[in-house]
């Protein structure tokens, strides 16, 4: 079982930056594929960043040049930056821990909430 609590969320101005952070516990994630994906409001959930186990990583369009996905295997933690946010970035942000390979797992946290807003 992997437990991931999301943190960092909050109120920020356009053009602002925030940094959220994903600190698992209850399994090492160095092995996973660890992602951030976000839920605006009326909407689907939806992909923003993603760092495999090799560190390769991809990103929305829409947050390309502007987030950044990193992890620190010693803290079993992953960060995502944001910088120059938009409205449009408003959305409750989830971590993802997955494995597509034994053990297979894929375990969600909670979601910590980002308001873009003047």
């Known amino acids: 079982q992997v437990q991931l609590v999301e943190s960092g969320g909050g109120l920020v101005q356009p053009g602002g930056s925030l940094q959220l952070s994903c600190a698992a516990s209850?399994?090492?994630?160095?092995?996973?594929?660890m992602g951030w994906y976000r839920q605006p409001p009326g909407k689907q959930r939806e992909l923003v960043a993603r760092?495999?186990?090799?560190?390769?990583?991809n990103y929305a369009d829409s947050v390309k040049g502007r987030f950044a996905i990193s992890r620190d295997i010693a803290k079993n933690t992953v960060y995502l930056q944001m910088n120059n946010l938009k409205l449009e970035d408003t959305a409750v942000y989830y971590c993802?821990?997955?494995?597509?390979?034994?053990?297979?797992?894929?375990?969600w946290g909670q979601g910590t909430q980002v308001t873009v807003s003047s």
């Open positions: 209850g399994r090492n994630i160095s092995t996973a594929t």
């Open positions: 993802n821990a997955n494995r597509q390979t034994w053990p297979l797992y894929n375990y």
């Open positions: 760092i495999n186990i090799g560190g390769f990583t």
